[in-house]
């Protein structure tokens, strides 16, 4: 059974700077898309950045340009790094992997960014 298990949240304070990693703890085969989602508070889940095993990378606009995805094909592993951070991106923040005919799910990290 295949499990995402992200890594890399915590406290930073305004400014700073994280860098997740999701990666697959069973044996698998590659994916088709990977990516992070996150889930403030109150708030639905939204798409934070996805990227495709051919480098095609899609950003939701709140970033302006602050995160980065990126991906090693041959790990099936995801990373995010996520600089300049502010209050309002403090969540948990949800790894997905999917292929064509199933999609799997991280726990979760969080990520606070509080002074």
């Known amino acids: 059974q295949v499990q995402l298990v992200e890594s890399g949240g915590g406290l930073v304070q305004p400014g700073g700077s994280l860098r997740l990693s999701c990666a697959p703890s069973?044996?698998?085969?590659?994916?088709?898309?990977m990516g992070w989602f996150r889930q403030a508070p109150g708030q639905l889940r939204e798409l934070v950045a996805t990227?495709?095993?051919?480098?095609?990378?899609n950003y939701a606009d709140f970033l302006k340009g602050r995160f980065t995805i990126s991906r090693d094909n041959t790990k099936n592993t995801v990373y995010l790094q996520m600089n300049s951070l502010k209050p309002e991106d403090t969540a948990v923040y949800y790894c997905?992997?999917?292929?064509?005919?199933?999609?799997?799910w991280g726990q979760g990290t969080q990520v606070t960014v509080s002074s």
């Open positions: 997905h992997a999917a292929g064509r005919t199933y999609e799997y």
């Open positions: 069973g044996s698998i085969f590659s994916f088709y898309s």
């Open positions: 990227i495709t095993s051919g480098g095609n990378t």
